[in-house]
T-cell receptor, first 113, second 111 residues
């Protein structure tokens, strides 16, 4: 158990809908990272938050947004969903703002039908 | 842009048959190279971090090494429970919080 908690584990929704994925980092970790993993793209970095502020951005679509709350949990919001958004979404956390070791959660499997 | 290439894509071994996985990288100012193990349907599990050429780290049957252009994950006398996807990732100097991952090597160890 990495100590990073992601909910829900599975999410099935329809095209055009909006969903929210939740992540609780390891106790004491200030940084949260979001990744998308699909069969053809591998593990792709989306965005990082450090102590409530956005710190780094990857190939995140404009339809996707994230935030980190004062209690350090984070949410990834995906809107106007398309079939191609179906993937595993992972959250990771680390103690520092720069990259220390990132510990990953078990992921949320999103299926857009 | 940071790039990571892992080879082979898939590797099948017999139990006890040692081998190596390769991770070649292109990065501007390597700050760290990471190895993760991922089981099907689960999140990546941290194995090693290497920071400078010549560094080596060991854990049970696994040993990771680093040169200026690539890293190797050596697996000695593997067991079926070592079957997993092994992911390599780099942290480059121009990418503050971002890890760039390779596509992974799928390792299958047959009893």
């Amino acid at each position: 158990d990495s100590g990073v908690t992601q909910t829900p584990k599975h999410l099935i929704t329809a095209t055009g809908q909006r969903v929210t994925l939740r992540c609780s980092p390891r106790s004491g970790d200030l940084s949260v990272y979001w990744y998308q993993q699909s069969l053809d793209q591998g593990l792709q970095f989306l965005i990082q938050y450090y102590n409530g502020e956005e710190r780094a951005k990857g190939n995140i679509l404009e339809r996707f947004s994230a935030q980190q709350f004062p209690d350090l949990h984070s949410e990834l919001n995906l809107s106007s969903l398309e079939l191609g958004d179906s993937a595993l979404y992972f959250c990771a956390s680390s103690a520092l703002g720069g990259v220390g070791i990132q510990y990953f959660g078990a992921g949320t499997r999103l299926s857009v039908l | 842009e940071d790039q990571v290439t892992q080879s082979p894509e898939a590797l099948r071994l017999q139990e006890g048959e040692s081998s190596s996985l390769n991770c070649s990288y292109t990065v501007s100012g390597l700050r760290g190279l990471f190895w993760y193990r991922q089981d099907p349907g689960k999140g990546p599990e941290f194995l090693f971090t290497l920071y400078s050429a010549g560094e080596e780290k060991e854990k049970e049957r696994l040993k990771a090494t680093l040169t200026k252009k690539e890293s190797f994950l050596h697996i000695t006398a593997p067991k079926p429970e070592d079957s997993a996807t092994y992911l390599c990732a780099v942290w480059g100097g121009t990418s503050y919080g971002k890890l760039t991952f390779g596509q992974g090597t799928i390792l299958t160890v047959h009893p």
